[in-house]
């Protein structure tokens, strides 16, 4: 009986999730009413209160739940020793694209994270900074060119996910893959037509 009441409350709490989650996206942090997340989730007032203290704690909680999923999954896309040169954009592809389709995910927790978060500028020169590891340990592999500096990389990688993610992710344009493409294109092979040395 105690664990069918525990089910039950984690759906309770993942509907306020959820709600919450649509409803600051929609409307914003300001805007949005502790009223209007339970009548979305179709609960009571004082069923939010039995999981959250407050507004800015279900916010607050959507922020870390988003930054902490971003965060581990960059920490898991450095790639290993030993792979070929033709394996190297592969794997490059497919790490972009896996970080499109988490952010394609839930679009609302996305632009909560993203973009609504006060704290969204720090999150991104932190994942910037997992990303410049990875990407100097990846040099040191030889996978990269060693006179690249690896902080502006990863700065103008987080710059274009953030924005394509924003221009077109969200707003359902382009897919992930097409987007991964089109920066791996660009990072790997540059902006010149094939076949012309650009060095």
Known sequence: MKSKKGRKGEESRKRLLEAAANEFSNRGFYETKVSEIVKRAGLTQPSFYLYFQSKEAIF????????????????????????????????????????????????????IGFFLNPEAKQMKKDLAMVLKENLEAEQRLGYFDSELDMETVAECLIGMI???????????????????????????YGMLPKGSDGR
């Open 60 to 111: 607050d909680e959507l922020i870390t739940n988003f930054h902490s999923r971003i965060k581990k999954l960059t920490e898991s896309l450095l790639l290993e020793k030993g792979l070929n040169t033709k394996d190297v954009s592969k794997r490059v592809l497919s790490a972009v694209e896996t970080v499109f389709q988490c952010l394609d995910e839930d679009k609302d927790v996305t632009k």
């Open 162 to 188: 953030e924005h394509l993610t924003d221009s077109f992710l969200l707003t359902g344009i382009k897919d992930p893959a097409s987007l991964a493409a089109q920066i791996v294109n660009l990072l790997i």
